[in-house]
């Protein structure tokens, strides 16, 4: 059977405006406003004022203020000029395809999660800074990039789709404010796969289910990101422990941002409140879907045939029961070039929260206890980043030591040894339906979640009253 082209062109009609959700989500108001996608050139022709300040931003610079940092110095800290404990920092790898021998790439650099297009970030604002942010990384649904090198050989990210403008055009007229995908894209990525970093941060909560969150579940609130962290300007609101700068210092993100204080109308519950934060109930367990990278021992590389690279010996968890310990909102960071303070175990706290059990401004708080192995130098006692996508190729743990302390330090021969270390990470997402939460005896019972000792008291505070 034949249909003449009037009827067909008349269902096609009928089909778009039909009401279908499919339908109605192809339409971005962005496709009205320019014909042809030039680059983030595009983007500036009316918003450059939102340009320059999201150059100003943590997103950009990667460095921020401080205040909560009680070593900081007022100087500004974050990825930048601070050292983690999994890809340890980017100036020795932040841009460039590392390639194995099967011309496979396994590694692209730090930069991939910078929403740049490859320059570094600098502190002085110029239109070449403002044309090398990325705007579409953040705001662009379905947006994908990769790496390149120009004539020069030098390394820029370009759209995949930068040979096809018409797929372009079509691609960067999609923009909106963000999306939980497009924030997962690079903060469930981070540290090397799928959760290795953060742990509570799963690519499932792009579309998950109550009972694994019950604020980003797509059949329940369905909040996104932008619904807790967005501020104004760029400056992203909220600041785990672990985190050196802050885009909102004097706009901080709590629970108690939308939640009340005494929120559960039983009184025992609500005594809580006052030295046991949220997340402590709420978040009973994380990596509940991906597996999170516990330990990353760097000086015992190990080689993945099947994949044909290396890396370091990462020991994973799942399901993992998070540690607890006082923080009153502050905290101390190791820094680069400076001595490290070693524990009574002989281990170094990266990333330190303050507090104690007799701070007014303390609470207990969960967290995800991040354990590695890196390299010190041995005169000065400092910390060493690795140069890591090389070694990924290669697995020569010397030569990636030697030329993260030549990145960092200026020398090219360290004489170093192997330290552990440990990082406190601040857990909040993956938060658990009210009746799912923590019960008394989950803590206040032989063999439960809390080791008093270590926390301050003598023994549990409970059963102490009973007496």
């Given at each position: 059977m034949r249909i003449s082209a009037a009827i067909m062109l008349a269902l096609v009609i009928v089909t778009a405006w039909s009401g279908d959700s499919s339908a109605k989500r192809r339409f971005y108001p962005h496709q009205e406003y320019f014909d042809t996608y030039e680059g983030t050139e595009t983007c500036l022709f009316c918003h450059e004022e939102e340009a320059t300040t999201f150059f100003h931003s943590q997103h950009y610079q990667w460095l921020g203020d401080a205040p909560q940092v009680v070593n900081a110095d007022n100087e500004k800290l974050g990825k930048l000029n601070t050292m983690n404990d999994f890809c340890t920092s980017p100036g020795p790898s932040w841009i460039g395809n590392a390639v194995n021998s099967d011309g496979k790439v396994i590694a692209q650099g730090c930069s991939k999660c910078h929403a740049g297009l490859g320059k570094m970030p600098s502190p002085i604002l110029s239109k070449e800074q403002l044309e090398n942010i990325d705007c579409l990384i953040c705001h662009a649904s379905g947006y994908r990039r990769d790496a390149y090198q120009d004539e020069d050989g030098q390394w820029e990210w370009k759209p995949i789709l930068w040979k096809n403008q018409r797929g372009m055009?079509?691609?960067?007229?999609?923009?909106?404010?963000?999306?939980?995908?497009?924030?997962?894209?690079?903060?469930?990525?981070?540290?090397?796969?799928?959760?290795?970093?953060?742990?509570?941060?799963?690519?499932?909560?792009?579309?998950?289910?109550?009972?694994?969150?019950?604020?980003?579940?797509?059949?329940?609130?369905?909040?996104?990101?932008?619904?807790?962290?967005?501020?104004?300007?760029?400056?992203?609101?909220?600041?785990?422990?672990?985190?050196?700068?802050?885009?909102?210092?004097?706009?901080?993100?709590?629970?108690?941002?939308?939640?009340?204080?005494?929120?559960?109308?039983?009184?025992?519950?609500?005594?809580?409140?006052?030295?046991?934060?949220?997340?402590?109930?709420?978040?009973?367990?994380?990596?509940?879907?991906?597996?999170?990278?516990?330990?990353?021992?760097?000086?015992?590389?190990?080689?993945?045939?099947?994949?044909?690279?290396?890396?370091?010996?990462?020991?994973?968890?799942?399901?993992?029961?998070?540690?607890?310990?006082?923080?009153?909102?502050?905290?101390?960071?190791?820094?680069?070039?400076?001595?490290?303070?070693?524990?009574?175990?002989?281990?170094?706290?990266?990333?330190?929260?303050?507090?104690?059990?007799?701070?007014?401004?303390?609470?207990?708080?969960?967290?995800?206890?991040?354990?590695?192995?890196?390299?010190?130098?041995?005169?000065?006692?400092?910390?060493?980043?690795?140069?890591?996508?090389?070694?990924?190729?290669?697995?020569?743990?010397?030569?990636?030591?030697?030329?993260?302390?030549?990145?960092?330090?200026?020398?090219?021969?360290?004489?170093?040894?192997?330290v552990k270390t440990k990082r406190y990470m601040g857990i909040y997402h993956e938060v658990r339906p009210a009746d799912q939460a923590l019960q008394c005896l989950d803590c206040h019972s032989d063999g439960g979640r809390l080791n008093w000792k270590e926390l301050g008291y003598k023994k549990d505070p409970i059963l102490d009253s009973l007496k």
């Open positions: 055009d079509s691609i960067s007229k999609r923009i909106s404010l963000p999306k939980r995908k497009m924030c997962l894209r690079c903060h469930a990525g981070a540290g090397g796969g799928q959760n290795y970093k953060r742990g509570d941060i799963e690519y499932e909560l792009a579309d998950c289910s109550p009972d694994f969150d019950v604020h980003m579940a797509t059949e329940g609130n369905n909040m996104q990101c932008v619904d807790c962290h967005a501020g104004n300007d760029h400056r992203v609101r909220g600041r785990g422990s672990d985190l050196a700068g802050t885009d909102s210092p004097d706009n901080l993100l709590f629970c108690t941002s939308c939640h009340e204080e005494q929120p559960h109308n039983v009184p025992a519950l609500d005594y809580h409140t006052e030295k046991v934060y949220c997340t402590v109930c709420h978040i009973t367990e994380f990596a509940k879907t991906d597996k999170t990278d516990m330990k990353r021992d760097w000086s015992t590389p190990q080689r993945h045939e099947e994949a044909n690279k290396y890396s370091a010996t990462i020991t994973f968890g799942q399901n993992v029961t998070p540690v607890y310990a006082w923080y009153n909102g502050t905290t101390r960071v190791m820094k680069m070039g400076e001595k490290v303070e070693y524990n009574d175990d002989g281990s170094i706290t990266m990333m330190d929260p303050q507090g104690n059990r007799k701070d007014k401004k303390s609470k207990l708080h969960a967290f995800k206890l991040h354990e590695a192995v890196l390299p010190v130098l041995r005169e000065e006692q400092w910390l060493i980043p690795l140069a890591v996508d090389e070694f990924f190729v290669d697995g020569d743990i010397v030569k990636a030591v030697n030329e993260g302390s030549a990145s960092a330090y200026g020398n090219h021969h360290p004489d170093y040894e192997w």
